[in-house]
């Protein structure tokens, strides 16, 4: 595995891989897990060349965030790419993303799509990811992007920007990696005690019933809603949102709509937890 943290270089490497073949691309933050892997899997079923990055992204992170804490692992986020056969790691510095003072660099915004949700809670959010996202698009060149269905509001930001600045890029959608107790994996289950492990599962349990609900066919949105924030409530979260959303843009549903997804965030300790489960009836 080539590894490099300079642009020149990635360029030149992408682009003689690109004269014979495609490249599939997967952005990270590091800290990898088997959901990661699982995206470097559903890269290499699509292209011939696998390039991953790993940068923590300070533009994504509010005041107050994980961005000193977040988990830095390079060395062995490294060794488990390669033995995943990742043919490049683009790990840049902050000065090589970033080389003025963050305020004065160009943001990309997605009105509407990053307000809500996760991105009321997180203002700024969104559009952090959506620059780096951009940005590295725009480094990499890749033919293919990958991203996690768990954070389905990030990959709906980045999808509608793409197809809003005409990018060149495909971008696949990879399902949600899950512990055997249903907790879908995330880096930031490692802030979780052994005591809130137990608990954590009960968010994906409860997403589990609303989707369950609605495939039954019950149009009681608000209801349902109230129901599972209740029960994460009791079970030991604190509930920042349970939404019921229609799968394609976000909005909220009509009756009687039929692609719908149905996601939630919540704080248990340290960790703030995000899950969401579509439901096509
Ligand atoms: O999902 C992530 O890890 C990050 O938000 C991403 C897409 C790598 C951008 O920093």
Redesign the pocket.
Known sequence: MITTGEVDSLRTQVESWRRGGNVAFV???GNLHAGHLSLIEAAHKVADRVVA?I?V?PL?FGAGEDFDNYPRTLERDAAMLAAEGTDLLFAPSVRVMYPKAQAEQTRVEVPGLSDVLCGACRPGHFVG?AT??CKLFNMVQPDIAL??NK?YQ?LMV?RRMVQDLAMPVKIIGVETMRESSGLAMSSRNGYLSDGERAIAPVLYRVLTGVAQALREGSQDFAGLQAQAARELDDNGLRTDYVAIRNAADLLEPAAGEDRLVVLAAAFLGKARLIDNIEVAR
Do not use: R
């Open positions: 952005p990270t933050m990055s940068f992204n994504q990811v780096v996202v991203f996690g954070d990030q980045i």
